[in-house]
């Protein structure tokens, strides 16, 4: 059976989506019905007339329970950094992004905005992510959260801009590095050990595109073995600690 039927947004708003996942829950506990909130998720931006859930099984659904559900959903006119951990980040990344521009050219804000999400994803890599299922005091399967925030997209969201706009500036490809490498002595799970990697991978081979100095590349070089290495000593301790545990 499928999971049906949809509830709309009744308004749209600037990227301030804020769900009361408990609400969701306790509103439809009398109904018994299992909620798939859709893809947008806090800090979205919602477009009147959008999907915000779905609703099975469909017969117990009706207008006032919708109406209901559809109060567990805030929209405003901004972002803020409840429930929304990529705003904060996205904040930085602007920061960072407007110091690297041409007419400011300022690499050293920039790289004390990469040392603040470096620490940012020291926390969040030893902190379990939040499962997308809910359920209610009974145990039952209330909610699914469709787009969970995952840790590959934080690092992504940290990342990427400051990557493409920093590949001229030794120094702030260098601090990535490093931000990289400290982060890898804290994470835990093997999927965001491989976003780490990627994101060096890409930060290296941007070097080599970008940075005329051979010295500056060389010392790039250097700087990505030394990252790959604590991501690898981290995978060990990880491997031989599980094993001395048997």
């Known amino acids: 059976m499928g999971i049906e039927p949809q509830v709309e947004s009744s308004q ?3 990227g301030q989506l804020h769900v009361f996942l408990m609400g969701l829950i306790g509103e439809n506990g009398g109904k018994r019905a299992g909620i798939r909130a859709e ?26 329970l919708a ?20 705003f904060s980040i996205h ?13 400011i050219n300022d690499p050293i804000t920039a790289m004390n905005c990469i040392d603040r999400l ?18 209610d005091d009974d145990d039952r399967l209330r909610v699914i959260v469709a787009r969970p925030v ?27 590095l490093d931000a990289i490498g400290l ?3 804290r994470v835990q799970r093997e999927g965001d050990r491989t976003a780490l990697f990627n994101q060096a991978v890409m930060i290296e081979r941007g070097s080599h595109e970008e940075l005329s100095e051979e010295r500056d590349r060389k010392e790039v070089q250097e700087r990505f073995r030394t990252t790959i290495l604590a991501l690898q000593e981290r ?3 990880e491997l031989t600690g599980r094993s001395a545990a048997r």
């Open 183 to 185: 982060i890898a002595k």
């Open 150 to 176: 995952r840790f590959n997209e934080v690092v992504a969201g940290a990342f990427d801009m400051i990557r493409q706009y920093g590949r001229s500036s030794a120094p702030v490809t260098l601090r990535l």
């Open 67 to 86: 109406d209901q559900l559809c109060k567990c959903f805030i929209l405003g006119d901004e972002r803020t950094h409840i429930q929304d951990i990529e």
């Open 118 to 135: 470096a620490a940012a994803l020291c926390r969040l890599a030893q902190r379990s992510m939040p499962s997308p299922y809910r359920y």
């Open 12 to 14: 749209g708003g600037l």
């Open 235 to 237: 995978a060990w301790r």
């Open 91 to 103: 904040q930085l990344v602007e920061i960072a992004v407007r110091a690297l521009s041409p007419g």
């Open 39 to 64: 893809p947008a998720r806090p800090g979205d931006f919602i477009i009147e007339g959008n999907d915000l859930m779905q609703v099975k099984p469909s017969g117990r659904i009706d207008p006032e």
